[in-house]
């Protein structure tokens, strides 16, 4: 067992060991989904010693395998004329307390089970929020980059011909991920209506405001892992005045965490993108990132063209090697491994934030845990998206839309509610401090207990 989890009862390690066993082999190729699996059920072992009747019900066999399961063929044609055919994916894996909720990946790297392991984060991270949502994720392996805005369109028009049986306002709600912005959504979202014949404003949420989206959505996730690290910081006399950050990535969640960041006094030193980082010690001039990321879709490199005493250096990992107090690694899964982790607690990080899906490694987050860095887990600190994602589904039931104040202050609440949670479930089961185990005890009990009372379903 790793140091996540706590030795409680040999009977509960037996059952998280057999369950997690099974999960290997059933799908031995899926290691993005091993992994998150293994992370959450060690969590679990104090929960379950205290707590039989989730044995009894097999609770943790249901957890794991999805209510279902959709693959589909996504045929389009570019602008040469040629055929292309990409793979699409929507995993529903559990509805115990709401409808599925969660986001849409495109990127080449999308398979099956870079899926689950997302659709199986959502869950938890959704149940924290407080909001009666589930769990659900999809995506395709079809790469945005580099197309046209009307194969952009081809491709996700095809993608929802099929997706739309699949979801609804009441039924499943998906939303934006890598790869998937305002245009994506735009365009999936008018196929949709095409096909169904009737406006359904809350089947599709990152909307845009001019039909039926919600100021600050694109704000949230990255403003609500400043909020939710700042109730970290807060708890032990620290705030981000005058720290020095790290940020990977430049994507959405990067971006709007580094505006919050600066507007609450930190210096950003660094970003990243898939090529590589800058490292600006002058603090990272925000308009420039955002014009080149929001509007030109260019390379990060090309920051230095502007600000010649900032530097540019190809591959992203080199980014965790720059001495700063608190780094937050937003860009993509296992960014972040044990090599990464301890470059950073020898250059006196104090604390780290996850804003983009299990993006560090578990030896990285047990060697965190194990210096006494402080650590947001994912799950808990980047669900801002998600939350004012249900808070657009909202306004979109009521027929309402609400000022950017009122959301703004709505998130920043959901933050403080999921890092007490945390805290309060990490202390009842003898884990004080740990968040990692917090957060998902926290998440995990919402959801078992509707599924105790729902019965075997």
Known sequence: MSTISTTVSAS????????????????????????????????????????PQYEANAVLERLVEPERTISFRVPWIDESGKVQVNRGYRVQFNSAIGPYKGGIRFHPSVYSGII????FEQIFKNSLTGLP???GKGGSDFDPKGKTDRE?????????????????????????????????????????????????GGVLTGKGLLYGGSLARKEATGYGLVYFVQEMLAA???????????????????IYAIEKLQQLGAVVVACSDSGGYIYDPQGINLDTVKRLK??????????????????????????????????????TQNELDEDAARKLVANGVMAVGEGANMPSTLPAINYFLQQGTLFAPAKAANAGGVAVSGLEMSQNGMRLSWSFEEVDERLRQIMKNIYRSSVRAAEEYALPGNLVAGANIAGFLKVADSMLAQGVV
Not at 296 to 320: C, D, F, L
């Open 294 to 331: 929001e509007q030109e879709r260019a390379r990060i490199s090309e920051y230095v063209n502007e600000h010649p005493h900032a530097q540019y250096s190809e591959g992203s990992t080199g980014i965790w090697t720059i001495p700063c107090q608190i780094a937050l690694p937003c860009a």
């Open 133 to 135: 949502i589930g769990g």
């Open 152 to 200: 952009v369109m081809a491709f996700t028009q095809s993608f929802m011909t099929e997706l739309y049986r699949h979801i609804g306002p009441d039924t499943d709600i998906p939303a934006g991920d890598i790869g998937v912005g305002a245009r994506e959504i735009g365009y999936m979202f008018g196929q949709y209506k095409r096909i169904r014949g009737g406006h359904e």
């Open 236 to 254: 032990e006399g620290h705030d981000f005045e005058g720290q020095t950050v790290v940020v990977s990535g430049s994507g959405n969640v990067s």
């Open 116 to 119: 689950k392991f997302l659709g």
């Open 12 to 51: 509960a390690e037996d059952y998280v060991q057999r369950v997690y066993s099974e999960v290997v082999r059933r799908d031995p190729l899926e290691q993005e989904f091993h992994q998150a699996v293994k992370e959450i059920l060690e969590c679990l072992v104090p929960v379950l010693s205290r707590h």
